[in-house]
């Protein structure tokens, strides 16, 4: 119950389009999802959030959708860049207890 | 740059051995998590401490202990080292406390036990 499930393991996309990672979780006390952005050799990096009471949020070119009632959560990416080219890594939390719980990761590809 | 330094960056020992990994938070952050990452077991928690006091376990094995210091520093430390504990190690600070919220991840301690 626990577990956060994350697909697909790896996403090759051209440049200026968009790229989906899907998320999907069974804890329905999660109440915090964020996404990060890992490169090589780097520790991840936090991309952008959400809370469950809102079904999407957008920051420059990133965007998180969530479906509650379906409890999954995606992040899209517009216009990918090669520059964008990491892993992601979706994670859940309940927000008083801390721990995040992490999906396997995507390795994106951002084809020029 | 998250703000949350982690020390030493590469660390190879043996097996049997004894390390001990170093984090200094954000900051102001009270909390501060340790991660292990491993290509077969991905992220996974292993700790949390708040203002000085252990919050959560996760699967962080009996051989493994873990401190935060007066100064809100953490260490993380490893004994009886075995290859399969060989893995990048990252500790994250937190602004919020108990109340978790957005963390901050280190650069990472690679471990290679030999």
């Known amino acids: 119950q626990q577990q956060v499930k994350q697909s697909p393991q790896s996403l090759i996309v051209q440049k200026g389009g968009i790229s989906i990672i899907n998320c999907a979780y069974e804890?329905?006390?999660?109440?915090?999802f964020p996404w990060y952005q890992q490169f090589p050799g780097k520790g991840p990096a936090l991309l952008i959030a959400?809370?469950?009471?809102?079904s999407e949020k957008k920051e420059g070119r990133f965007t998180i959708s969530f479906n509650k009632s379906a409890k999954q959560f995606s992040l899209h990416i517009m216009d990918s860049q090669p520059g964008d080219s990491a892993t992601y890594f979706c994670?859940?939390?309940?927000?008083?207890?801390?721990?995040?719980?992490f999906g396997q990761g995507t390795t994106l590809q951002v084809k020029p | 740059d998250s703000g949350v330094t982690q020390t030493p960056k590469h660390l190879i020992t043996a097996t049997g051995q004894r390390v001990t990994l170093r984090c200094s938070p954000r900051?102001?952050?009270?909390?501060v998590y340790w991660y292990q990452q491993s290509l077969d077991q991905g992220l996974q928690f292993l700790i949390h401490?708040?203002?000085?006091?252990?919050?959560a376990k996760g699967n962080i094995l009996e051989r493994f202990s873990a401190q935060q210091f007066p100064d809100l520093h953490s260490e993380l430390n490893l004994s009886s080292l075995e290859l399969g504990d060989s893995a990048l190690y990252f500790c994250?600070?937190?602004?919020?406390?108990?109340?978790?919220?957005?963390?901050?991840f280190g650069p990472g301690t690679r471990l290679t036990v030999t």
């Open positions: 900051s102001g952050d009270l909390s």
């Open positions: 994670a859940a939390s309940i927000v008083i207890e801390g721990k995040l719980i």
């Open positions: 994250a600070s937190s602004a919020q406390g108990l109340t978790g919220g957005e963390q901050y």
């Open positions: 804890n329905t006390a999660f109440d915090y």
């Open positions: 401490y708040y203002n000085g006091e252990e919050r």
């Open positions: 959400i809370r469950p009471d809102v």
